[in-house]
C-alpha cells in the first residue's frame, strides 16, 4: 500500500479518463478541526458498501492461518501490508482473492464478519448491509452453509451484544462465467431468508450488468433487492451505467461516480431516486466538462441520493467509514449539515421496515439537533 496522506487528490482506481494513481490510504488529515473529527465520528452512520472479505486485517490473516494448518507468503503483518500496493481494479483484486484463501471454516466466517461488526458500531454505524462474494469460497471447496452460516451468526450476535443491525448481500464476480454466478444463486437461494440481496462486483472491464439479467432476475423472484457495482472511470462506463439504472432496474448503484458525466442518466437516477454508495478510497474524482469533480460534491450539488461508505477497509490503511467520511469532507468541502444530509441518505437507503428506518432517522435528527446543525 501506497501511503500517500497529504494527497488529497482523486484516487480513482483503473482511471481510464484519469492518471493512474498511487491508491492511497484514506485518513482523517492532520489538520482537520478537532470539533467536525468529533462529530464525524460521532454521528449515527448506516453503511452499505463494504465487502467482507475487505474487511480482512493482515492481523487476522495471521490468526487464520496459524489455526488452518495455511502457510502464508509472507513472514509477517508488516510484510503482508507492504505487499497492499495497488494501481487499478485488477492489482488490488488479485491480492484481495488470495487473502481470502484462510478463510475455510463456519467459524473463520463468523470471526471476520463479527470483528467488522464490532469495529463498525465502535464508529457509530447503527447498521450495515455488507458484500460477500459466494463463488471465491465454493471454488475452493468451502460449503455455502459454512460461508452464510457463520456470517449469519456473527450478525445475530452482533445485534444481541452491541446492537447493530446487518443484513447480507450476495455479490456475483462480473469476471467469472454467467454459468458460475447462476451456480452460487442456485446454491444460496435455500439460505435466501439469510440474504436481502445480490450485487455485481470484481472486473468490470467487458463485464456489463447485463451479463447478469437473469441472475437478477431470478433473484428478484426470490425476493431479494438488487444492486449492481459501476466502477468509477470503467470502460463502457455509461453504459453500464444505463443497463443498471434502466435495463436491470437495479435498486441502488455502489460508486456509480461517472453519472455526473451524463445530464441524462442523472435525470432518469433522480426520478427513481436512486441510492448510491460511494467510496471515496475508489471513487475520486471524474472530469466532467473537462474539469475533475468530487463524486461525493457532484452528487450532492446535484442532488443525487450520495452515501459515503468503505469498501475494503483491510486494504486501505484500516480506515473504516469514519475515516472514508472524514477523508470526504475535506475533499468535497463538506458542512456539517451536509454530512447529516449524507447519513440521513444513508438511512433512508435501507432495506428494512419503515418503522426501522424512521428510528435510525430519529436518532440522526436528535443528534443533529443537540449540535445545532440544521437538518
Ligand atoms: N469493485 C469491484 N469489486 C470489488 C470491489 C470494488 O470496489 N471490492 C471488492 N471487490
Ligand atoms: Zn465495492
Redesign the pocket.
Known amino acids: 500500500m501506497h501511503l500517500d496522506r497529504r494527497s488529497l487528490i482523486g484516487g480513482a ?1 483503473c482511471a481510464a479518463a484519469m492518471p493512474l494513481l498511487p491508491m492511497r490510504t484514506l485518513a482523517a488529515p492532520d489538520d482537520m478541526p478537532t470539533d467536525m473529527a468529533a462529530f464525524i465520528a460521532a454521528m449515527p452512520k448506516a453503511e452499505y ?1 463494504v ?1 467482507l ?2 474487511t480482512l486485517e493482515a492481523e487476522m490473516k495471521f490468526a487464520l492461518a496459524k489455526r488452518n494448518g495455511v502457510t502464508l507468503p509472507y513472514a509477517d503483518v508488516a510484510a503482508m501490508k507492504r505487499s497492499y500496493v495497488f494501481h487499478d ?1 485488477p492489482t ?2 488479485k491480492v ?1 482473492y488470495e487473502g481470502m484463501n484462510v478463510l475455510l471454516t463456519e467459524q473463520d466466517f463468523y470471526d471476520l464478519c463479527y470483528a467488522y461488526l464490532a469495529k463498525a458500531h465502535s464508529q457509530n454505524v447503527l447498521y450495515a448491509e455488507m ?1 460477500f ?1 459466494p463463488q471465491q469460497h465454493i471454488d475452493r471447496g468451502v460449503p455455502i452453509a459454512a460461508v452464510i452460516g457463520g456470517i449469519t451468526r456473527a450478525r445475530a450476535d452482533a445485534e444481541a451484544k452491541l446492537g447493530i443491525g446487518s443484513q447480507l448481500i450476495l ?1 456475483f464476480m462480473r469476471d467469472l462465467t454467467a454459468e458460475n454466478a447462476m451456480a452460487a444463486l442456485d446454491a444460496a437461494l435455500p439460505y435466501k431468508d439469510k440474504l436481502v440481496g445480490v450485487g455485481l ?4 472491464k467487458d463485464n456489463p450488468p447485463s451479463k447478469f439479467a437473469a441472475h437478477f432476475a431470478k433473484a428478484r423472484a426470490a425476493g431479494l433487492k438488487v444492486t449492481a ?1 459501476c ?1 468509477v472511470n470503467q470502460k463502457d462506463t455509461l453504459e453500464h451505467l444505463r443497463e443498471a439504472l434502466v435495463d436491470i432496474a437495479v435498486d441502488r448503484i ?2 456509480g461516480g461517472n453519472i455526473l458525466q451524463s445530464p441524462e442518466l442523472i435525470a432518469i437516477a433522480k426520478a427513481k431516486d436512486m441510492a448510491f454508495t460511494v ?1 471515496p478510497s ?1 471513487s475520486g474524482k471524474v472530469v466532467v466538462d473537462g474539469q475533475p469533480v468530487e463524486v461525493v460534491r457532484g452528487m450532492l450539488d446535484r442532488g443525487l441520493k450520495v452515501s459515503i461508505n468503505s ?2 477497509p483491510a486494504y486501505m490503511g484500516s480506515n473504516y467509514i469514519t475515516q472514508a467520511m472524514a477523508e470526504a469532507q475535506v475533499r468535497s468541502k463538506l458542512t456539517k449539515a451536509e454530512l447529516v444530509r449524507i447519513s440521513r441518505n444513508a438511512f433512508d437507503t435501507a432495506w428494512i421496515t419503515p418503522d426501522r428506518k424512521a428510528g435510525y432517522q430519529a436518532k440522526l435528527a436528535a443528534f443533529a439537533k443537540a449540535r445545532g446543525v440544521a437538518a
Open positions: 482506481l458498501h465487502h472479505e475487505g481494479l488490488f483484486l484481495y458484500f462474494d455479490c462486483d470484481s472486473d468490470e457495482h466502477d455502489d460508486h467510496c475508489f469498501d475494503d
